[in-house]
């Protein structure tokens, strides 16, 4: 009975995934005139593994990434749940329908992992695995089950690199629990999958340690090959070359009889298997390949009995099940209207109950009972949240020089001292540069996590080291390889924590600022997830100056600013990082909806993550600073480091390193230029959301929003020049000159640096104390401001 039901929900979700994808096609009224898509074919291929893997093998505490052109069976399927409303179906990949591929964020049904950058729904999965890992070996998380993280893909999916880099990373931390269901249709957009890709494929899981299952043949070619002359049809099988087979699949069962007959000939058995068999039943024979044959991948998922990471490798037709199974051409292809119309009658669906979920099924009622006890969906949605962590006082200051990126430093090896929930769910991780971004101390007092115990091999030699490199359960930083994509993915797994295991982490992983780049795709992914993490990028800018342009990071500002759900700090002194991050452990955590904080017009009451840009340039601090309107303007962007007066003829903004360049510009230009101002900018990114917020505020007819670099510069007089500086992109803060109307001249760095010190690459690009002076005589009348003096 309960393959009879599985084959039942197979057609249905074949069906209503299809007519959706065929209503926002060709029925629902076009608006741009563009073909709207959804991929027919592709979905057709994964309904048979998606309907065995839900509707039999999952498990509540299972999660899933959903190839991204399967997502069409993925809706369908929750629609038959009764999860998701019709209106929704009828718009979708329409503006508030369901989306095109599965999003946590914006669709209504319940999607584990968002996926649509192709390959990095895969690699989350064994990221996630490591993650449960982690939290299960927790005293605090030893009672969440242990859950398969199981990412469902595409064949062509295994040309992306990710996917390589992250198997070398489970393999370095024992993945377990992680299965990967590959799509094998031999077919991608622009051609057919190479001749013998299964053996590589299997030659690189096995080495690294994943079993591998190839499941080619369907129920019907089994019993096929025990007849008489069913040998000798499976040799031709194996031996047929893909692009034949679906071209064969495509012309239909009378095709089929014509080229076995050709290349068999009369064989006696052989020949009686196939004149056995009308044109409809042989083509259902060869097109029974395993993936595509329900009754044999539920089969083959239950006899699984291990934690191992396994591959299944599942052979199916692209497009099966449908007229246009097998074209060349099927990826991004349609079934026109006459094809929707014939298979409609094959379907046996009545017009006018194309919607209905039980249109064809011959017992409602039995088949409603049955979808009432499947154990994945009986728990009901499996969204998790964990308790908020009080963030403990974060306090350091320093008269002494120090760098943003030792501050930091310090700031968690004060927290690893304590005992605090923060301290007690903070993991850390970085692509094998821990030690120089500042995270030794920490690593030092919680250690390496690793599944197992192993010991300090210098430590016991008693060999002096200032690294204390101890793994056990306990350790609270994973160590990854030197590839940044897997740097965030694993911080994309760890921001979900609370949602996919029902506890709290707080991520904090560290780069090479300017590698922020080698990982920007992964970055962009974890964020439209809504996984929340801080990221360190350090050392930033050019103060890496002897490593050159390779090391020295110029447009990771505009990344910061421009990346959402992300907010962007580049804090100059170690009282401001203080302030942020205590800010920073609480923004993480939030969760909340509703209208903006009409001081910042910022949503801040939503989180999200954040990015901080450090450097390891040691500059000289401020002194204690304790005010309020300090610290709110640390957290909101910026503060006036020296007011303007009333007269005030120049405004020198800055964000970041170049803090004593400009203090010491503004000492040199005082003389000659009336009540001159500093803007001190610690997040050019927040500074300019909450001017935009602003600005559809009062759109929108909220005459008196206010932004806080509005309120900021409304002291100014409109007359007055102003000169932004930051080491890195001078559009950075260019932009604030459009707030006022103030002329300005935006100093950073456009290009590519070299070897050096940090003064002979600041005076290269023109944002040492000497430039800025100089920009400013280049911009005002009458005496001049000499560029040395007693501060410079």
Not at 67 to 87: Q, T, V
Not at 194 to 209: H, N, P, Q, S, T
Not at 268 to 289: F, H, K, P
Not at 579 to 595: H, N, P, R, T
Request: glycine share 10%.
């Amino acid at each position: 009975m309960t393959q009879s039901h599985l084959r039942t929900i197979e057609q249905r979700l074949l069906w209503l995934s299809h007519w959706m994808i065929h209503h926002a096609n060709h029925i629902r009224p076009k608006v741009d005139g563009i073909k709207v898509g959804g991929h027919q074919a592709s979905s057709a291929s994964m309904v048979s593994m998606m309907t065995a893997l839900y509707f039999s093998a999952l498990r509540p505490e299972d999660r899933v990434a959903v190839k991204p052109h399967a997502s069409p069976i993925f809706h369908a399927m929750h629609y038959l749940m009764g999860n998701m409303p019709r209106e929704k179906m009828e718009n979708f990949r329409g503006f508030g329908g369901v989306q095109s591929y599965p999003s946590r964020t914006k669709d209504v049904d319940d999607v584990d992992f968002s996926t649509g950058s192709v390959g990095l729904g895969v690699a989350i999965t064994s990221f996630a695995s490591i993650i449960q890992d982690y939290v299960t070996a927790k005293t605090w998380g030893a009672d969440v089950p242990k859950g398969r993280m199981i990412a469902l893909m595409g064949d062509a999916e295994l040309d992306e690199g990710n996917v390589y880099e992250c198997l070398q990373e489970g393999w370095k931390h024992d993945l377990r629990n992680t299965w990967w269901i590959i799509d094998y249709n031999r077919q991608s957009l622009d051609g057919v999958v190479r001749e013998g890709l299964w053996e590589r494929v299997e030659k690189i899981f096995d080495a690294f340690g994943w079993d591998v299952v190839r499941v080619k043949y369907g129920a019907l070619q089994r019993a096929a090959f025990l007849e008489p002359g069913g040998e000798t049809l499976q040799q031709w099988i194996d031996a047929c070359p893909n692009d034949l087979y679906s071209a064969l699949t495509y012309q239909g069962g009378a095709v089929w009889r014509e080229r076995l007959m050709e290349d068999l000939g009369d064989q006696g058995d052989v020949s009686a298997l196939i004149d056995g068999r009308d044109d409809t039943e042989l083509a259902a024979l060869m097109e029974n390949l395993g993936g595509n044959c329900v009754e044999t991948m539920a089969e083959t998922f239950a006899s699984i009995d291990h934690d191992r990471p396994t591959c299944f490798l599942a052979y199916t037709i692209k497009g099966w099940g449908t007229p246009i199974a097998g074209h060349k051409d099927n990826h991004g292809g349609l079934m026109t209207k006459a094809q929707m119309g014939e298979w409609q009658q094959h379907m046996g669906v009545p017009e006018g109950q194309e919607w209905e979920p039980m249109a064809t099924v011959a017992d409602p009622e039995a088949l409603t009972r049955f979808l009432g006890e499947v154990p994945f969906f009986a728990a009901g949605p499996r969204r998790f949240n964990d308790a908020h962590l009080q963030v403990p006082k974060i306090g350091l200051q320093s008269d002494r020089e120090i760098s943003t990126q030792m501050a930091f430093g310090k700031i968690l090896d004060d927290l690893a001292k304590g005992s605090s929930d923060i301290a007690q769910r903070i993991v850390t991780m970085s692509p094998d540069v821990t030690g120089t971004t500042g995270l030794g101390p920490w690593v030092n007092r919680r250690g390496l996590f690793a599944r197992t115990e192993q010991p300090d091999m210098f430590k016991e030699r008693k060999i002096p080291s200032t690294a204390k490199w101890e793994f056990s359960p306990e350790g609270q930083h994973v160590e990854l390889g030197i590839a940044e994509m897997n740097l965030f993915l694993a911080l994309g797994a760890a921001g979900l924590s609370h949602s996919l295991f029902g506890k709290r982490l707080i991520p904090v992983g560290t780069v090479y600022d300017p590698f922020v780049n080698r990982g920007l795709d992964a970055l962009n992914y974890a964020c439209y997830q809504d996984a929340r993490f801080m990221i360190v990028g350090t050392p930033s800018g050019v103060t890496l100056a002897p490593e050159g342009g390779a090391h020295q990071s110029v447009g990771t500002p505009l990344i910061g600013m421009s990346q959402d759900g992300l907010a962007a700090f580049e804090p100059a002194f170690v009282d401001e990082l203080a302030v942020i991050m205590e800010w920073a452990f609480d923004y993480l955590q939030k969760d909340g909806s509703g209208d903006p904080d009409e001081r910042t017009w910022l949503r801040d009451e939503t989180g999200g993550s954040v990015y901080l840009r450090l450097t390891t340039n040691p500059i000289e601090q401020p002194g204690t600073r304790n005010d309020d309107a300090f610290r709110q303007g640390a957290i909101d962007g910026a503060y006036w480091l020296r007011p303007p007066g009333p007269n005030c003829e120049v405004i020198l903004a800055y964000q970041g390193a170049v803090a004593p360049d400009v203090i010491r510009a503004a000492g040199l230009i005082g003389a000659a230029r009336r009540d001159v101002g500093v803007l001190a900018v610690t997040s050019a990114d927040r500074l300019n959301a909450g001017w935009t917020a602003a600005q559809r505020a009062r759109a929108h007819g909220q005459r008196d929003a206010i932004s806080h670099i509005e309120r900021l510069l409304a002291m100014v007089s409109r007359d007055a020049k102003m000169i932004t500086v930051i080491d890195g992109h001078p559009a950075t803060l260019a932009w604030m000159g459009a707030v006022v109307g103030h002329e300005t001249v935006p100093l950073g760095v456009e290009h590519f640096g070299q070897t050096g010190t940090i003064g002979d690459l600041y005076r290269h690009f023109g944002i040492d104390t000497a430039s800025i002076v100089e920009k400013v005589n280049g911009l005002t009348f009458g005496a001049k401001v000499p560029v040395h003096g007693p501060l410079g």
